[in-house]
């Protein structure tokens, strides 16, 4: 496991909870975070493939608060996750700086979500450390959990549930 290989690797202290969580980097490499639970975490890069991801939606276009139509690219996650589910929205173009605190837009987006399946409350933007020029990441509720599962996503909290 992720938590697992950080910790062999001397980043974590053994026997210390941890939570993993992955960052697609538009260069296709995949920036990782280990977060340990009560604070710190260490960031580290890894490999980005195909088989990480699943596309919840292709492309369409919405618009932003000052009318501007942008074409959406793609809405993906990864294909397993420790509970906390990230949502990935690729940009064909630059948005503008703060464009993920943009209450219309990320309305369009969770609308075009219910639009493909997804049935539960709105969500908004994840951590502002991980928007990038062209990426919106959103943070899922719990209630994003079985619309995942139905498109392959794999919970691995559950195997500690036990």
Known sequence: M???????AGSIPLGMPAIAVQAPLLDGCLLRRIRTLGGAG???AGTMTTD???ELSGAFQAKDSNGRTLDVKAIR????GYGIID???EFAAKLEPGAYKDSVLVRQIIERLRAVGYKGPDFSHSDPGLQES???VLEAPEEFAPFAKSRGWKN?????DE
């Open 2 to 8: 992720l938590e697992q290989s950080a910790q062999s």
């Open 42 to 44: 260490w960031w580290y």
């Open 52 to 54: 990480t991801d699943i």
């Open 77 to 80: 996650i990864f294909d397993e």
């Open 87 to 89: 949502v990935y929205v």
């Open 134 to 136: 062209r990426l919106i």
């Open 156 to 160: 691995l909290a559950e195997e500690f």
